[in-house]
Structures are given as structure tokens and as C-alpha cells.
């Protein structure tokens, strides 16, 4: 019975919201409908898709490399590790991406590839034609996400057993083969959930590249309705289209969650589509 | 002929606890040489000691004729690096008390993965020594099964026929069978047995006197860091010497 009640609640603060949302003019959904596509919109949302993927495949290897060297038996390679995470965990990111965006250009006009220590050199370039805004956002985000990785990674390593890396070590393998073939995939159990959070996060978070005047979809929504003032329907186009991806991207860590399960588990849950047939023949009554 | 497994004066001890006291005890080649005695004696880290998993504090340990862990240079040890650490290793076969099996990977996929990325062997060649020891150890039906599919004799069996995979020259086990319901210890003894007939050169931390006395062509009784007795387990078993053995087996016969 209150099972009932509780859903009637619900149901009807749904219908509340809905029908305000539907009948409130100030929502302009014609306005919303008219931009959800509109190219500079589709732009931003590439500029957006492509920041995340390279940030978080940057903070992903980076990751897995600083993890592995915090966790080294040298304690030169394990505090350069620490440094690192020290440092980019310490400051804010919207701080990273204006250094790269402004500061490193200022610091080093010119970006040159040699040897060091006044050596002789390969290749230069100057630094504001190497790092683009785009670019910027990207070692921004990237090295940022690479700091937080790490400690996703080193948790997910040091979960697993160890025995595992007895066994391994006593078949004859070395400790980089035994990471790579034994640990880190077991690992993955543990690390790939937060990694999906982080992904989702950093779909989002990427919006401060607009600081830089980097045109990603808040910033390529920013530009239009800072001409034609309709705010709110050009924020909703915006949210909408997070929305959608965050939403791709939960299905997406649901299978991959469901694939590094195997042996874990003795069954492996369902997929969705797996689920709606048992509940369709549940209905049919077989 | 030369020793299998030479143990001199090994000493080992983790901060200020002294595990091992000098243990010096020789393995010929063939012979299986079973250790007993109360836990926290030390057997299992003599047993780490020979393959490097634990490092000795002073005394020496030779494997086939040569030092484990160490290279000799004058009367200086220098302690390998790690990939001939690894290489040393590979030699030597281990058996878990927790089987520590690869959870990710099929029985197949655990017995093939060192030889091929530790011999560098063809991956045919591999599954079909793989297919041929799972069969030896009975579990030819269960080739596709994850470790969590299979109960706990099975997979110690799995993890005898992953050792027994890179061809080794000395295996070493660790209480096989100490984590097994009773019902399931034949089954792993059986496998033991056959390949101590075979002719492999064993050393067997346990608790299963019945295994000792069959299948032992010595047996070891160590108690606080000492070998304490040695000699034929019949003999050992049948008449101890030394009081602590006495006491020993009196309360697990």
C-alpha cells in the first residue's frame, strides 16, 4: 500500500513540473529547438567531445605511469610521482588551463626540441603558435586529470592480492609483466568506476576552457545568446546536450564494468536488452 | 651428484624477529623432502628463501649448483638484477596455500601465460602442454573454467599444472592443502603423489603426516627457526628423537 502512495507522490510532482515546464513561455522551446543543431552549437559539442577524449586518455596514460612509479622500490621514481601529484592536485584546474592558456607563452616565447643545457637544437617553434588555446586546454585538463588518475590507479593496484603478485613473480615473471598481465587487470575492477565518474566529470569540467576563450559547447552557447540575449533557452540547448552524453557515457561504464567482471563473478549481469527479454517473457508468462 | 636445493646456515629475520637460525639441509635431485613442525616455525619462510620471494639475512642457498638471488664475486655477494632474479625463478615451480590463481583468466589462459611471456613460447605449443598437464591432474573438462567455477581442489590442481607448465626443476608447496575442505585434500595428495613417482625433485611444507610418509624420502622437523630432527619419515615418525618432536607428534597423530 505505501509502496503505492509513495509512487502516486511522485507521479504527480512529475506531472507538477512537466506541465510548468511545458506552459511556461519564459522557457522558449521553439528557441531551443531552433539551436539544438544549429552548426556553431555542433561545433562546440565536437570541440567538447574531443577535449574529453584526449584529456582523459592524457590523464588515463598518465595515470597508470604515475601510479606504477609511486608504487616503484626506487624512491627517486616514487617521489617524482609524488611531486607530481602533489603539484597538480594542489592548485585548481580553471588555474592550470589559465596557465597554459596565458602563462607558459609569457614564461617561454619560445618552445625549442635539443638537448639541454645550452646544447644544440633540434627544432623551435614559438609558443604561442605550438600551444593553442586548444592545445592549452588539453595539457590543461589532461595534466590535471592525470594527477587524480593516479591515485584511482594506485588504489585499484594495491586492492588486489597480494599473493597475485607471488604467483606471478614465482612462474618467472618480471614486476612490469606482472602489472601489465596480472595486476592492472584485475585492477580494473576497482579503477574503471571512479574512471567513468572522472569521464563524466570531465565532460563537464571542461566548460572552463571558456576562460580561455576556447569555443566548447558552453562557450559556443555563451557567444550566441551574448548577441541575441535568449539566455536560458541557449543554456537549456547546452544542458541538454551534457545530458545526452553523460548519459551515453553510463552506458557505456555499465558494459565495461560487465566485461572486467569475468572470473570476478560467477554470473555476469545482465544487459539491459538481456533484462527487458526476461521481463517480456516474465509478462508473456513462459 | 650434485644437490638440488643446498641450504647453509640460512638465516633469516623480519625486523627483530629471528624466523630462520641457520637451517642447512640438503635435496637431491628426485627426492621429496617434507617439513613439519608448529606453525610460526618457519617452514614457509624457508620455503619463500628458495625462490627469492623472501631474501636471506646471512648463510647461502643453492638451487641446481647455483647461489639464489646472489651472484658470487671473490667472497662479496651481489644481489641480481631483477630480471635474472626472474630468469632463477622460472626454474623453480610454486604451489600456494591459497592456490593464488589469475581469477581473470581461464584454467587454460593460467597454465599458458608464463610460458609464453616468460619462455617466449609459441602459443599452439603452449596450449597443447597446457591441455595435456590439465589432463594429468584430471580437469580436462574444466580447460574453460574461470577459477571462481571451480572448487578448491580443483584449482590447486589448476595451479600444480601451471607450475608444473614451465618445466621446472624443483617444485615447492607451500601447505597445498591447509585451505581445503577435507573432502577435496585426496584429490590435490593424488596429483603430489604421482609427480613425486615421476620423479620430481619436491620440497612440501604440510601437515598431512599420511603424505609425509608415503610419498617423503625425507622429512624435515622444524620448530622456532631450527631444523630441530631430520631423516626417512618412517623412522622420524616411528621414532622420534627429540623431545620437541615428540610433543609435536604426539598431538597430531
Known sequence: MGRWIAAAIVLFLAAVVIYSMATNS??????????????????????????????????????????????????????????????????????????????????????????????????????????????????????????????????????????????????????LQTMRRIVLPQAMRVIIPPTGNETISMLKTSSLVSTIALADLLYSVQLIYSVNFKTIPLLIVAALWYLFFTTLL???????????????????PPTAIQKMRTLMSRRAGF | MEAMLKAEGVHKRFGRLEVLKGISLQVNPGEVMCMLGPSGSGKSTFLRCINHLEKIDAGRLYVDGSLVGYRQQGDKLHELRESEVARERAQIGMVFQRFNLFPH???????????????????????????????????????????????????????????????????????????????LVGEVLEAMRQLAKEGMTMVVVTHEIGFAREAGDTLVFMDEGVVVESGHPREVLANPKHQRTQAFLSKVL
Do not use: C
Not at chain 1, 250 to 268: H, K, P, T, V
Not at chain 2, 159 to 167: G, H, N
Open chain 2, 105 to 183: 583468466m581461464n584454467a587454460l589462459q593460467n597454465v599458458i601465460e608464463a610460458p609464453i611471456r616468460v619462455k617466449g613460447m609459441r602459443r599452439e605449443a603452449a596450449v597443447q602442454k597446457a591441455r595435456q598437464l590439465l589432463e594429468r591432474v584430471g580437469l580436462s573438462d574444466k580447460i574453460d573454467a574461470y577459477p571462481a567455477q571451480l572448487s578448491g581442489g580443483q584449482q590447486q590442481r589448476v595451479a600444480i599444472a601451471r607450475a608444473l607448465a614451465m618445466d621446472p626443476k624443483l617444485m615447492l608447496f607451500d601447505e597445498p592443502t591447509s585451505a581445503l575442505d577435507p573432502e
Open chain 1, 26 to 175: 519564459r522557457f522558449e522551446w521553439g528557441v531551443v529547438g531552433h539551436y539544438l543543431f544549429n552548426p556553431r552549437v555542433l561545433r562546440g559539442v565536437r570541440t567538447t567531445l574531443e577535449l574529453t577524449v584526449l584529456s582523459m586518455a592524457i590523464g588515463i596514460v598518465l595515470g597508470v605511469i604515475l601510479a606504477v612509479m609511486r608504487l616503484s622500490p626506487n624512491p627517486l621514481v616514487q617521489g617524482a610521482s609524488w611531486v607530481y601529484i602533489w603539484f597538480f592536485r594542489g592548485t585548481p584546474v580553471l588555474l592550470q588551463i589559465l596557465f597554459w592558456g596565458i602563462g607558459i607563452s609569457a614564461l617561454y616565447p619560445k618552445i625549442s626540441i635539443g638537448i639541454p643545457f645550452g646544447g644544440p637544437v633540434i627544432a623551435s617553434g614559438n609558443a604561442n603558435h605550438l600551444i593553442t588555446i586548444f592545445v592549452a586546454g588539453v595539457l590543461g585538463l589532461g595534466l590535471n586529470e592525470g594527477a587524480y588518475m593516479a591515485e584511482i590507479v594506485r588504489a585499484g593496484i594495491i586492492s588486489v592480492d597480494e599473493g597475485q603478485h607471488e604467483a606471478a613473480s614465482s612462474l618467472g615473471m618480471t614486476r
Open chain 1, 250 to 268: 553510463s552506458i557505456g561504464q555499465y558494459y565495461i564494468e560487465r566485461y572486467y567482471a569475468r572470473g570476478a563473478a560467477r554470473e555476469l
